[in-house]
Structure formats: structure tokens, C-alpha cells
């Protein structure tokens, strides 16, 4: 059994990214580094799935301690996820990868930031309920 799960975090009216980055990137306050600090530490040994964009932000040190595998439009989310079987995966990587494997995640980690400003990405509420 694979273990598919998704953590991410959104701004107060659900804003998920800008420009291709989080919105947020680059703030300094204690809950924007909390929150960079909890996905480290919960995705740490595990999976992470994600587009090419996410997967090419995550740094270095981060590839030494789980798996960081970008994934494709074209690959099917099941063959894809077929392939950790035993494992636990986080699916990242903001809406059209969340529109694929949606329906494949049991868990959905969300962190809510004071963020409030600008966003062109947003998370989709019934991504929560594909199935």
C-alpha cells in the first residue's frame, strides 16, 4: 500500500503561489519559517512528488534526506505512485499537479499563513474531496 499524502500551506484567502514562487517567499517572520522548517522535518525519509518548477526550488540539502522525483503531465499519477509502493509520498507542487493525484492523497496537511497579498495560483477546495 502506498501512502499518498500532500502538505503545503496557503494565505488567508487561500493563495497558493505568484510568479511561479509562494508568495511569501523570502519572509523572514516566525510563522513563514516555522512553516519551511515543518515541511522539512515532516517530508524527511519519505517521497516527494512534484512538478519540475517545485522540484528544481527544493535545495540541496534537502535532496540528501528523502526522495525528490518531478513528475510529468504525461505520466499516469497510479504507475507513477505504483512505483514507492511501501513508501509514504508527498505530492507537491501547487494546482495542476493537486488536479492529478487529488483523488490519489488520504491526507491533506495544510498550514493556514497571515499572508494576505497578492496570488495567481489558489488552492482548490475540492481537491479535498476528489475521489
Not at 497510479?78 to 488520504?106: K, M, N, S, T
Request: with cysteine; charged share 25%; aromatic share 12%.
Amino acid at each position: 500500500m502506498i501512502d499518498v499524502r500532500s502538505i503545503c500551506a496557503i494565505g488567508r484567502r487561500g493563495q497558493l503561489g505568484l510568479a511561479g514562487r509562494l508568495p511569501w517567499e523570502g519572509c523572514r517572520e516566525r510563522e513563514y519559517v516555522a512553516d519551511v522548517e515543518r515541511f522539512f522535518a515532516i517530508t524527511q525519509g519519505h517521497v516527494l512528488l512534484a512538478g519540475p518548477r517545485t522540484v528544481a526550488s527544493v535545495p540541496a540539502f534537502a535532496k540528501a534526506d528523502r526522495t525528490v522525483v518531478a513528475i510529468r503531465s504525461g505520466e499516469r499519477p497510479q504507475d507513477v505512485l505504483a512505483r514507492y509502493e511501501g513508501r509514504v509520498v508527498f505530492i507537491g507542487g501547487g494546482p495542476p499537479v493537486w488536479d492529478a493525484y487529488a483523488r490519489f492523497i488520504r491526507h491533506w496537511d495544510i498550514t493556514r499563513l497571515p499572508y494576505d497579498g497578492d496570488a495567481d495560483r489558489w488552492f482548490n477546495p475540492e481537491w479535498l474531496v476528489a475521489r
